[in-house]
């Protein structure tokens, strides 16, 4: 029988036994503890046994660790309910659009191909945004009404920027959920978006993050397996010289 989550992410961290009145507790409540451990170790470090030390500072590393979690917890259940709406009327706009593209299909007319994808990475782009972050729409409203004609040239700057911005950041999310759609890799599926499944509980979507961090990462192992060829390389000129 498979452990519950909370207790193998706490054997995991290699939490002692204080752990586990805390995993999955509020934020305030973990917040008040890692105070508590750090005033005790900064106080008393001088006198405490080091099997005490290690103890307390591995705790305090995994109470840190909770409180991410915990305030990532909030900050989505939050986004759940304020975007909730928009969500769910762009999801219903975006599969009857992929639906008229579908209709009106010319598989042997590349813009009509072209045409399709769009739909489908709109349609997965709603329902795989991150829950971590504001909602950026997919389909905008305009502006019924003139109200802010009358704001000055720098609110007018900023608010220009602060568009710039979110567009940029919409613009990759749509690039990494086309990535995604087309590797076989997103959260939820195409195929199971049309059948009407959302975003679980526990997955928080894509992240642009997570994709800067593999990157990043598969960057640097380039680099290193490039510096470690090119170090053989020398190596196997100076034998040839030598």
Do not use: W
């Not at 989505?76 to 659009?97: C, P, S």
């Not at 008229?100 to 299909?105: A, H, I, P, S, Y």
């Not at 409203?141 to 920027?161: F, G, H, L, V």
């Not at 990494?176 to 059948?195: A, E, M, R």
């Amino acid at each position: 029988m498979a452990q519950p989550k909370s207790q193998r992410r706490n054997r995991q961290l290699g939490t002692t036994s204080e752990m586990s009145q805390y995993i999955d507790a509020g934020a305030n409540k973990i917040k008040k503890r890692i105070r508590d451990i750090e005033r005790l170790l900064k106080k008393k470090r001088d006198i405490l046994p080091d099997t005490v030390i290690v103890e307390k500072e591995r705790t305090l590393d995994a109470l840190k660790l909770e409180l991410e979690n915990a305030q990532m917890k909030h900050v989505v259940i939050k986004n759940a309910k304020k975007y909730h709406m928009i969500r769910f009327f762009e999801t219903k706009k975006a599969l009857r659009k992929y639906k008229n593209v579908l209709k009106n299909l010319d598989k042997d007319d590349n813009a009509s191909q072209k045409q399709l994808l769009e739909a489908k990475v709109n349609l997965c782009y709603v329902v795989n945004f991150p829950k971590t972050e504001k909602y950026i729409a997919l389909f905008p409203s305009e502006n019924k009404d003139d109200e802010n004609e009358s704001e000055s040239d720098e609110e007018d700057k900023n608010t220009s920027d602060k568009l710039d911005k979110t567009q940029l950041r919409k613009e990759a999310y749509l690039k990494l959920i086309k990535k995604k759609l087309k590797n076989g890799t997103l959260p939820v599926s195409f195929d199971n978006i049309l059948k009407g499944q959302k975003l679980p509980k526990d997955h928080v979507g894509v992240s642009l993050d997570e994709e800067h961090k593999r990157q990043t990462e598969s960057s640097s192992a380039k680099d290193s397996l490039l510096e470690s060829e090119n170090q053989q390389d020398n190596d196997e000129e100076d034998e040839f010289f030598e």
